[in-house]
């Protein structure tokens, strides 16, 4: 059992230290642009979509990068054009404490019921 | 011609069953008699050969290409391939009711013939519920959606259908999801009649779980091809993308899961009574739901049908009619459950399935909440706003670190009350695991200290389970395989999502494109005509830093009928990693796009599903042992 | 009494629900940005398509007029159906007209000048669609009216019509 687990440990560090992803940019890009949602397409991100629309705002956000600006910085720039719709990771703001809170209202809802149902 | 009538009819009289087979049921609920009189079995039968003859009628109408028949007509082509046509069949709004029906009523019949031993009443009961889901499908296909619309003049020519939604994975994607999203409302229906029976018992508890497996087994198998087919069809390497549609297969299946663990502990201590209840009403509840949500157009959506008002307004009131239903009877039939059993110790097994539940519901929530919040929020204040991705990760991602280990630590325990036992070795296992992840996620820099704990914890599971496979505990052996299952599911969708890579760049033919591990060549294109499109398959050569090489042919399809373009993706795959290219035309240019992506442990995350359901169906056969 | 509580608020919950999908079939499920928000025009430089040298926007929009933005290309049908009504505006003293070639040929886009009339003082040209995101625009044409003080004051997705010249002819007097 030892090994086996010493194997896999080499195994998997010898072929997939290589296996690092591109540059940090790129990275970073695509992380914008899967988080952007184009408005053309039906429930498309920009990351997915072939569209002129997504292909104009990609050159954007590839410049914007280049310019220094943040993620953050990225996704304001965005929402001022094009409204909240168009940012797929709802900010936490007046319109969405309910979204972000809710769940986790309800899980500590649940905790507590079995919580009384274990003490009793 | 004459299939639309037969199939039309067919509807008709499949009706007027129901409204028949609701009285005959009734009258013999009056009876005296054990079983059931023979007349009802027949008549459930007839109804299911309606429905069959009308399904296959629609399908013969297809294989023809008669468009006399509006739906063909919408959604067919003759040059589609027969394969195709067959699978056109259902993957239009229409046609996918009448699979609706198909599953109701096959359900029912098999439920009957499968539950002598049933109480008498309780049958009739479960047929008449479901009678009433039956009926509201009738009507709504008849009102609104009625496949056998006439068209005149005969078109000469069909309007097709995506080219995207031509693909294997998805032909059989609704049969296979259906047989277990549909296959949710036996479960609905029963649980009603055991309500009102006061059945609710380890009996029943025994009776039922076959149902919720078949159910459960049929709706693991029917997302993961959907997940499938999204990542070899629709290009960019996702296989789930937080879509709606997505949202609305996955919501039953945690209340499926969740509900399996709770029969369990019903049919050993008799308690959970109404919390079964609830599950098995919120399961057929959410399908119903997210029927509502998907064909009335309300959501924004890659997936939805087409959208019409009218056809929502029908769902919505047939959604909270059954609703009203179940609460109603909910609220003056259940008994609650006095004995003393209701109270659990803190460490036992029923207190692991209570949490399992706890976290079952929390992640329903955030999927629930995700999905409707927006069309609440616009009716509300007329703010837009999106819920995607990140929502969904940032919320449930976390959560799994506990859950995992809960899920380790759960199955040892004993009923009612336990202690842990080999503690040593779960603390040795605990730590390897810890030193494993941390030595693997050192390497990968990435998040070091979150993907860590949350790697370990899933090797945690990982190796517990793989370790009572070994010691041979076979009392249990399907719940070790299903949650391994799971625990390699995590692994591999962590990994994969770490390790994956991909280049984005245009290239054009004979050029060479070098990157920090290898080479991508551009060989050639060449041209083909196929049935229904053109497709232009280049050839690429791509070396890594190794010197191994792959050759991978991408292709762009033109169809003609509707006009569209797509990208095929190549992809080779092994045991290890995925390769993944897709090409896209770049407008008025000689330049090519392509996506390459290298993606490892991707297949894996296939087989952990497929592990996933193997412990669900050995399940199902233990018992008839 | 605990059960008649609950079975209350669960009717009242499921009313809700029942009263907001009703309402939600009946909105569209298409997304268009807002239109009525005030906001200063990008700063920005593009090329110009007479002179093709680049520009600054505040050498574009140096004198203190209105102006408008139109978003147009020689493929856009509906371009062709609302020029017109644009060589209307451009007669008028108190407004200027700057138009964005968007994602265009050049040559088509001249043609499309010499045939059917230049409105506008001064075109610029957006040939991979990236000056169009800055004033918020995703498809064309688009219409942006700009008040003396260089703010967006309007904004009007798809062609224009009489009645939105009507309406720009009062703001401007």
């Not at chain 2, 945690?254 to 008799?270: Q, S, Y």
Request: aromatic letters at 14%; one cysteine or more.
């Amino acid at each position: 059992m030892k090994i086996l687990k010493i194997l896999i440990v080499l195994f998997l560090v010898t072929n997939f230290s290589e296996l690092s992803s591109d540059e940090t940019n790129d990275v970073l890009k695509n992380k914008i642009l899967k988080n952007i949602r184009c408005l053309i397409c039906q429930g498309q991100s920009v990351y997915d979509s072939e569209s002129e629309f997504a292909s104009s705002i990609k050159l954007i956000v590839d410049r914007k990068i280049n310019e220094g600006l943040k993620e953050k910085q990225i996704y304001q720039f965005l929402r001022e054009k094009y409204g909240d719709w168009v940012i797929y990771d709802p900010k936490l703001n007046i319109n969405t404490y309910i979204l972000w809170l809710l769940p986790l209202l309800l899980f500590f809802f649940g905790g507590a019921i079995i919580f009384r149902k274990l003490s009793n | 011609m004459l299939a639309n009538q037969i199939g039309y009819y067919s509807l008709i009289l499949g009706l007027l069953l129901s409204v028949l087979l609701c009285g005959v049921s009734i009258k013999d609920l009056t009876r005296s008699s054990k079983q059931i009189n023979q007349n009802v079995l027949s008549l459930s039968f007839l109804q299911l050969v309606f429905v069959t003859v009308s399904f296959l009628s629609l399908i013969l109408s297809f294989i023809n290409s008669d468009f006399s028949n509006e739906t063909v007509f919408n959604n067919s082509h003759t040059t589609k391939p027969l394969f195709y046509k067959i699978s056109g069949t259902w993957g239009n709004h229409e046609g996918s009711l009448l699979l609706w029906l198909l599953v109701l009523t096959l359900f029912i019949f098999l439920f009957l013939i499968k539950s002598r031993e049933q109480p008498k009443k309780y049958r009739i009961l479960t047929l008449l519920f479901q009678q009433v889901i039956i009926i509201g499908f009738f009507l709504f296909v008849l009102m609104t959606s009625n496949p056998f619309n006439y068209l005149f003049p005969i078109p000469t020519e069909g309007l097709g259908l995506n080219p995207i939604l031509q693909d294997p994975a998805l032909a059989i994607h609704p049969p296979i999801l259906y047989l277990g999203y549909v296959g949710t409302s036996i479960i609905f229906s029963s649980s009603l009649a055991a309500v009102t029976q006061n059945y609710i018992s380890k009996e029943w508890g025994q009776h039922i779980k076959k149902w919720v497996l078949v159910s459960w087994i049929f709706l693991t198998i029917g997302i993961m091809l959907g997940s499938i087919w999204a990542y070899y069809e629709l290009g960019w390497g996702g296989f789930w993308f937080w879509d709606p549609v997505e949202n609305i297969s996955l919501m039953p299946w945690l209340t499926l899961t969740a509900l399996l663990h709770c029969i369990v502990v019903l049919e050993r201590r008799a308690t959970l009574t109404s919390w079964v209840v609830i599950l098995s009403i919120t399961t057929f509840t959410l399908s119903m739901c997210g029927t509502f949500l998907v064909r009335s157009g309300i959501l924004n959506s890659v997936h939805t049908f087409a959208n019409d008002p009218a056809r929502g307004i029908f769902i919505l009131i047939f959604l909270f009619v059954l609703i009203v239903l179940s609460v109603g009877i909910f609220f003056i039939f259940h008994k609650e459950n006095n004995k003393n059993s209701n109270n659990f110790f803190w460490l036992s097994r029923e207190t692991s399935i209570l949490i399992n539940n706890w976290f079952m519901m929390y992640f329903l929530s955030v999927v629930l909440i995700g999905t409707v919040y927006p069309i609440f929020l616009d009716v509300i204040s007329s703010e837009k706003i999106s819920v995607g991705p990140p929502f969904y990760q940032k919320l449930i991602v976390p959560f799994l670190i506990p859950f995992l280990l809960f899920m380790s630590l759960g199955p040892r325990l004993k009923w009612i009350k336990s202690k842990i036992e080999n503690k040593n070795s779960l603390i040795i296992t605990f730590l390897i695991s810890v030193l494993l992840a941390f030595f693997i996620i050192k390497n990968l820099n990435t998040n070091l200290l979150f993907y860590t704990v949350l790697v370990s914890a899933a090797f945690f599971l990982f190796f517990t389970t793989l370790k009572e496979l070994f010691i041979k505990k076979f009392n249990n052996v399907s719940q070790t395989i299903s949650h391994f299952g799971f625990s390699l599911l995590i692994l591999s969708i962590l990994f994969n999502s770490i390790l994956s890579s991909e280049i984005i760049t245009n290239i054009k033919v004979g050029e060479k494109y070098n990157y920090s591990n290898g080479e991508i060549f551009f060989k050639g294109i060449e041209e083909r005509k196929e049935s229904n499109f053109n497709s232009i398959i280049a050839s690429f050569k791509i070396k890594d830093k190794n010197g191994k090489t792959i050759k991978l042919k991408p292709e762009i399809r033109i169809y003609n009928q509707p006009v569209t373009i797509t990208s095929e993706a190549d992809i080779k795959t092994t045991l290890l990693e995925d390769k993944f290219l897709v090409m896209n035309l770049v407008k008025g240019n000689e330049y090519f796009n392509i996506r390459y992506q290298v993606k490892p442990f991707m297949v894996w995350i296939w087989i952990s599903v497929l592990l996933l359901s193997l412990g669900g169906l050995m399940s199902l056969f233990k018992r008839k042992i | 009494m605990k059960n008649k509580f609950s079975l209350f608020i669960i009717v009242i919950f499921l009313s809700f629900c029942f009263v907001v999908f009703y309402k939600g079939l009946n909105n569209s499920n298409t997304y268009t940005p807002k239109v009525d928000e005030k906001k200063k025009i990008p700063t920005f430089k593009a090329k110009d398509f007479d002179s093709d040298n680049y520009i600054n926007s505040d050498k574009i929009f140096d004198e203190k007029i209105f102006y408008i933005v139109n978003i147009w290309a020689s493929w856009c049908v509906p371009c062709r159906a609302e020029h017109p009504l644009l060589m209307q505006l451009s007669n008028n003293q108190s407004i200027k007209l700057i138009g964005l070639n968007y994602r265009d040929n050049f040559n088509n886009a001249k043609k499309f000048i010499n045939e059917f009339g230049n409105p506008y003082s001064r075109i610029l040209i957006d040939k991979d669609g990236t000056l169009g995101i800055e004033f918020g625009a995703y498809g064309v044409p688009e219409t942006f009216l700009i008040d003396k003080n260089k703010n967006i004051i309007k904004k009007f997705v798809g062609p224009i019509n009489q009645k939105i010249v009507n309406d720009i002819k009062s703001i401007i007097k």
